[in-house]
C-alpha cells in the first residue's frame, strides 16, 4: 500500500528579509546615538546684543546738583541801638531802592547825666585840654632841636646819630600831640551828645531813624518782624532782586580743572518744563572739604553759572533752589561713536568684538572722549560695523555668535 508524500512549505522570503533587517536595528540605533552626541558637544553659537557704530553727535558733561542764589543780596541792619517798631513787610513784598521805607527805629535816649557825672567829663576835657597843651609845647621844643642838630651837622658840630635821635623825638612829639587832639575830641563829643536843651535834669528827645531799602527787587527774609529793642547792626531784613539770579554748581575738582569760562550749561529738574540755558563765569580759585552720603572725603569746587533764559520763563525759580546741571566741557557735531557697553579694557587699551561673518572677531580700539553712555572712536572701527555689547568673558576671538534683539 502506496502512501503519496506532502513536502513541508518553505518559509517565505519576506520573513528572512526581516530577520535581516531586524539584525541591523541595534547598529542603527548605536549609530544614530553616536551621531546624536557628536551633535551635542558641537558648540553652539552664543547669543549676544550688538549695536552699530554710528557716525553723530557727542558730547562729554559734567553733571552734578546745584541750587540758584541771587547775585546781590543786602541785609539791612539796625543803624542804632532803639526801640524797633513792626516790620509791615512780608517775604516776598517788592521795595524800591531809597523810596521803601523797610523798618523804623525810636533810638535809644543816652544815659542821664548827673551833676556828679557832669563834673568827671568836665574833668576829663579839662585834663585832655591840658595834656594837649603840653603836647604842643612837646612837639615844638623837638622840633626847634631838630633844626638846631641839623645847622650843626652842617658845621661838622653834631654826629649822625645825634641827627636820627633827634629827628626820632621830633617824629614822637607830632604822634603824642595828634593823640592828645583826638583825646580832646573824644571828651567834648561825650559832652554835647549829654546836652539839654532847656536846662532841665531829662535829656533830648531823638527824632526816630527810618531804613530805606538800599536796592530795588522784593524782600527775601524779614529776621524780626516784632516791635522790640535791638541793639547796633541787628540784621532786620534781606532784600535782593529775584530775576538777576546765578546757579552755583559743586563739582568734584578734577572736574573743575577740566571746566573753562564761557562753557554752555543746562540746568534741569528745576520745576520747569524744559532745561534752563546757561554760561559759566567762572570756577572759584579754591576748593574745599566736603563728606558725601557714603561717608567719603571729596575734593569739592563750586562753578558759578550765569542764565541766560529770559526772567519769564523761569518766574518761578527763587533763591536758593535746587537744580540739576550738566556742564558741556567738549561736543562735535559729527564723530565715530559707539556705545560704551561695546567696549572693555585689554591690558592699557581698549578693545571691542565686531561681528564678522557670524564670529566674534577681536579688535583693538582707541578711544577719545565719553559722554558717559557713548564714547568716541579715533581708530580700531569703522562706521556701520556691529560690535557685540557687553561680551563679558564668555566671549573669546573667533567664536560662533547669534545677534538677537532684546525687547526694551
Known sequence: MTSNLIPSPRPP???????????WLPWLGAGLLVALIVIGFVPRPVPVETARVTQGKLRATVNEEGKT???????????????????PFKAGAAVSAGMTVVAVIDPVSPAILDARNRALAEARRATAAANL????????????????????????????????????????????????ESGLREVETELQEFAVSDGSPTNTVRAPVEVTSPTSGRVLHVFEENTRVV???????????????????????????????????????????????????????????????????????NVVV??????????????????????????????????????FRWGE???????????????????????????????GLKNGEEVILYPGDRIKAGQRVKPIQIAQ
Open 69 to 87: 542764589r541771587i547775585k546781590e543780596r543786602y541785609v539791612v541792619s539796625a543803624p542804632v541801638a532803639g526801640h524797633l517798631r513792626r516790620i
Open 306 to 343: 550765569d542764565l541766560v533764559t529770559p526772567y519769564e520763563q523761569r518766574r518761578n525759580l527763587g533763591d536758593n533752589f535746587r537744580v540739576e546741571a550738566r556742564i558741556v566741557i567738549w561736543e562735535a557735531d559729527q564723530t565715530l561713536k559707539v556705545p560704551a557697553g561695546a567696549l
Open 231 to 301: 541793639p547796633a547792626g541787628t540784621p532786620l531784613v534781606t532784600i535782593g532782586d529775584p530775576a538777576d539770579l546765578e546757579a552755583i554748581i559743586e563739582v568734584l575738582s578734577r572736574d573743575g580743572a577740566t571746566i573753562a569760562p564761557g562753557a554752555k550749561v543746562e540746568l534741569e529738574q528745576w520745576g520747569g518744563g524744559e532745561a534752563l540755558a546757561a554760561r559759566v563765569r567762572f570756577v572759584e580759585p579754591a576748593a574745599f572739604l566736603k563728606v558725601s552720603a557714603l561717608g567719603v572725603e571729596e575734593q569739592r569746587v
Open 13 to 23: 522570503a519576506r520573513r528572512n528579509h526581516q530577520n535581516r533587517s531586524k539584525r
Open 133 to 180: 597843651d603840653k603836647a604842643k609845647a612837646a612837639q615844638r621844643y623837638a622840633a626847634s632841636e631838630l633844626r638846631r642838630i641839623e645847622k650843626l651837622l652842617a658845621e661838622k658840630s653834631a654826629s649822625q646819630q645825634e641827627l636820627e635821635s633827634a629827628q626820632w623825638r621830633e617824629t614822637s612829639a607830632a604822634k603824642d600831640f595828634t593823640a592828645a
Open 349 to 379: 587699551n581698549w578693545a571691542a568684538f565686531v561681528l564678522a561673518g557670524g564670529r566674534a572677531e577681536f579688535r583693538s580700539v582707541t578711544v577719545g572722549r565719553s559722554s558717559g553712555s557713548e564714547m568716541q572712536i579715533l581708530d
